[in-house]
Nanobody, 122 residues
Framework: QVQLVESGGGLVQAGGSLRLSCVAS????????MEWYRQAPGKQRDLVAR???????????TYADSVKGRFTISRHNSKNTVYLQMNSLEPEDTAVYYC????????????WGQGTQVTVSS
């Protein structure tokens, strides 16, 4: 059974930082595409960051334009954990952040964590 458990959310002032963690079980995060999404009240769930899987793409990262230069996605394989380091936070970053895996090209998947709330005050 695949489980993704997020933590690290909270309340922070604008300009501050938070690090979100996503601990995976039932899958090896290092071999799968891992992603962070966010959903603000009344809005759709959007992709924030992605880290690739497999030879040639392992560790390759992509970001939403709105977070480029401020957020960093990384992966600690021995801890089976994916991180989202968020710096220079803005009130517009307020949302529930979700960890997701889309698996691999040969073995696609669609698993979500329960989400963690990030609130940035101005």
């Amino acid at each position: 059974q695949v489980q993704l458990v997020e933590s690290g959310g909270g309340l922070v002032q604008a300009g501050g930082s938070l690090r979100l963690s996503c601990v995976a079980s039932g899958i090896f995060a290092g071999a799968n595409v891992m992603e962070w999404y966010r959903q603000a009240p009344g809005k759709q769930r959007d992709l924030v960051a992605r880290i690739g899987s497999g030879p040639g793409s392992s560790g390759r990262t992509t970001y939403a334009d709105s977070v480029k230069g401020r957020f960093t996605i990384s992966r600690h394989n021995s801890k089976n954990t994916v991180y989202l380091q968020m710096n220079s936070l803005e009130p517009e970053d307020t949302a529930v952040y979700y960890c997701h895996t889309s698996g691999t090209f040969s073995r696609p998947a669609d698993y979500w964590g329960q989400g963690t709330q990030v609130t940035v005050s101005s």
